[in-house]
């Protein structure tokens, strides 16, 4: 039978595609788990052409190295730290080598780029958590390293090798280091008239120069640089590129870069809740974004992301800590706030695959997500 439609949004599910052929026990097991009933359409039974087209894509986009979590997320958090306090500084001194004309440090952003590939290859989550709980800061760049590791942890999910996870990193830590060359106020507060907007597009040729000329990144670095803002429909700046025109690296870097502009605070970004900012990316499928690379991005980020903020049916509030890659609808959560508000110390720890009750017969369930700075956390008050 072809499934046509679900009785709930597909990206509450596990199912890459949005219309499938059900053909195996293990796929009405997990129908069950996530709906009541499904719409099926008798008149679609040869979808073998379908099927293939699909399997092409995605391996068109994704690789064949598989990757096993080497440390749980509380050994993993305290070397995410250490990775992500260098990376830091690999920004700031970035920012101060461009603002007075000197050349980016290849080897000290080479350095940054290994290090965040390092950790997420052990434990994606505890980067991805870690970045969530930083405070936030509108100066130009300082969604760098964020955006570094989301596109690092999107690349492992692929099964991209680990050499070319480090240049993701990389193209995360600098395809905006134009910003830098723009007016501060610019820089700082975007654009709000159409002649600014075109001034800021500027950003994008300052950044391949600025990487052109730094000796010591990888050569293919410049050109990827130059394509987080092409889209699939050709609508992106500043080339107008569609389709196969834009390579690989430069569609991940256009979702992930969207999906942090959603979710960031302003004045850049939207500070929409995950779920909220997952739902606009979907809805922009084969138009300003690959198809096939949304919905992995989707199932690389999760219903409930790492990191997010969540109100529970009990009325307390809990960040998600892990996802449980065998059921998204329920990861690990850390419960921060009672139903009144209040601050829990210490914390309450929940697996929510192992169905913890509220109390007898009523198992904790996730109502909804949350903006990300909803829930004030310094990271030091976890496993550090």
Same mark, same amino acid.
């Given at each position: 039978?072809?499934?046509?439609?679900?009785?709930?949004?597909?990206?509450?599910?596990?199912?890459?595609?949005?219309?499938?052929?059900?053909?195996?026990?293990?796929?009405?097991?997990?129908?069950?788990?996530?709906?009541?009933?499904?719409?099926?359409?008798?008149?679609?039974?040869?979808?073998?052409?379908i099927?293939k087209?699909?399997?092409?894509?995605?391996?068109?986009?994704r690789?064949?190295?598989?990757?096993?979590e080497?440390?749980?997320?509380?050994?993993?958090?305290?070397?995410?730290?250490?990775?992500?306090?260098?990376?830091?500084?690999v920004?700031?001194?970035?920012?101060?080598?461009?603002?007075?004309? =000197?050349?980016?440090?290849?080897?000290?952003?080479?350095?940054?780029?290994?290090?965040?590939t390092?950790?997420?290859?052990? =434990?994606?989550?505890?980067?991805?958590?870690?970045?969530?709980?930083?405070?936030?800061?509108?100066a130009?760049?300082?969604?760098?390293?964020?955006?570094?590791?989301?596109?690092?942890?999107?690349?492992?999910?692929l099964?991209?090798?680990?050499?070319?996870?480090?240049?993701?990193?990389?193209?995360?830590?600098?395809?905006?280091?134009?910003?830098?060359?723009l007016?501060?106020?610019?820089?700082?507060?975007?654009?709000v008239?159409?002649?600014?907007?075109?001034?800021?597009?500027?950003?994008?040729?300052?950044?391949?120069?600025?990487?052109?000329?730094?000796?010591?990144?990888?050569?293919?670095?410049?050109?990827?640089?130059?394509?987080?803002?092409?889209?699939?429909?050709?609508?992106?700046?500043?080339?107008?590129?569609?389709g196969?025109?834009i390579?690989?690296?430069?569609?991940?870097?256009?979702?992930?870069?969207?999906f942090?502009?959603?979710?960031?605070p302003?004045?850049?970004?939207?500070?929409?809740s995950?779920?909220?900012?997952?739902?606009?990316i979907?809805?922009?499928?084969?138009?300003?974004?690959?198809?096939?690379?949304?919905?992995?991005?989707?199932?690389?980020?999760?219903?409930?992301?790492?990191?997010?903020?969540?109100?529970?049916?009990?009325?307390?509030?809990?960040?998600?800590?892990?996802?449980?890659?065998?059921?998204?609808?329920?990861?690990?959560?850390?419960?921060?706030?009672?139903?009144?508000?209040?601050?829990?110390?210490?914390?309450?720890?929940?697996?929510?695959m192992?169905?913890?009750?509220?109390?007898?017969?009523?198992?904790?369930?996730?109502?909804?997500?949350?903006?990300?700075?909803?829930?004030?956390?310094?990271?030091?008050?976890?496993?550090?």
């Amino acid at each position: 039978m072809y499934v046509s439609k679900l009785d709930r949004p597909w990206t509450e599910t596990p199912f890459v595609f949005q219309g499938f052929v059900l053909k195996t026990e293990k796929q009405i097991d997990v129908l069950k788990q996530h709906c009541k009933h499904v719409f099926v359409d008798p008149e679609k039974e040869d979808l073998s052409e379908i099927a293939k087209a699909n399997a092409e894509e995605l391996a068109k986009i994704r690789g064949t190295t598989v990757y096993t979590e080497a440390a749980s997320v509380e050994v993993e958090l305290p070397r995410a730290q250490t990775a992500y306090t260098r990376t830091t500084a690999v920004v700031e001194e970035l920012s101060r080598a461009v603002d007075i004309g =000197n050349a980016v440090d290849s080897s000290r952003s080479h350095e940054a780029a290994a290090q965040i590939t390092d950790s997420v290859v052990r =434990n994606p989550d505890a980067m991805a958590l870690l970045i969530k709980l930083q405070e936030k800061s509108g100066a130009t760049l300082s969604r760098a390293a964020e955006v570094s590791v989301m596109m690092t942890i999107f690349g492992r999910f692929l099964q991209l090798p680990p050499d070319r996870l480090e240049i993701l990193g990389m193209l995360g830590l600098l395809q905006d280091v134009g910003k830098l060359k723009l007016p501060t106020e610019l820089a700082n507060q975007g654009p709000v008239n159409a002649a600014q907007i075109e001034l800021y597009r500027t950003h994008v040729d300052h950044s391949v120069e600025i990487l052109s000329n730094t000796a010591g990144l990888p050569p293919e670095l410049p050109g990827l640089a130059s394509l987080h803002h092409e889209r699939f429909d050709g609508s992106g700046y500043p080339r107008g590129l569609r389709g196969g025109g834009i390579a690989l690296f430069g569609l991940i870097a256009g979702i992930v870069d969207t999906f942090d502009t959603l979710t960031a605070p302003p004045p850049f970004g939207e500070n929409l809740s995950p779920s909220n900012a997952l739902n606009i990316i979907y809805k922009g499928r084969g138009k300003q974004f690959h198809p096939a690379l949304v919905e992995q991005f989707i199932q690389c980020v999760g219903v409930f992301p790492v990191g997010c903020a969540v109100e529970l049916n009990s009325g307390e509030v809990a960040l998600v800590i892990a996802q449980n890659l065998v059921r998204r609808l329920q990861p690990r959560i850390m419960v921060v706030k009672d139903a009144k508000g209040n601050p829990l110390i210490p914390y309450k720890m929940l697996d929510l695959m192992k169905e913890p009750k509220i109390r007898p017969g009523e198992p904790y369930r996730i109502q909804r997500t949350l903006e990300y700075d909803s829930v004030k956390i310094d990271p030091k008050e976890l496993f550090l």
